[in-house]
């Protein structure tokens, strides 16, 4: 199951190059970083403008793939490209955050691991 969460060749190419302190932070500057992309998209999916929509989603998905986070990048990049209703898109930041927050959750197993 961690395996379709995390992409663990590019972490290990940073755990490698750049040593666990240095993953440690840049899990640490997402979690931080998060809450107000998901916040962002949150209000985008009631915006009229769905260019807001595909700019908060594409902020996530470029957060989430510099750190690995493989199913909540490809959520991010299939809500980036979907012209969807408020509906629609309610229910997907329900998922993404969900996804988020399984993906986080691996990620930290892994840096226990390592």
Avoid at 78 to 88: F, I, N, P
Wanted: hydrophobic share 40%.
């Amino acid at each position: 199951m961690e395996k379709l969460h995390l992409d663990e060749a590019l972490l290990e190419g940073y755990l490698s190059r750049l040593g666990k302190d240095t993953v440690v932070k840049m899990l640490d500057l997402y979690l931080n970083q998060v809450e107000q992309y998901l916040s962002d998209i949150t209000k985008a999916a009631t915006s009229s403008d769905n260019s807001d929509w595909t700019n908060a989603c594409h902020k996530m998905k470029g957060a989430a793939g510099s750190v690995g986070l493989l199913k909540v990048y490809q959520l991010s990049a299939d809500c980036e490209k979907s012209a969807l209703s408020a509906t629609q898109k309610a229910q997907l930041v329900e998922k993404m955050a969900e996804e988020n927050n399984q993906a986080i959750a691996f990620f930290k197993q892994w840096l226990e691991s390592v």
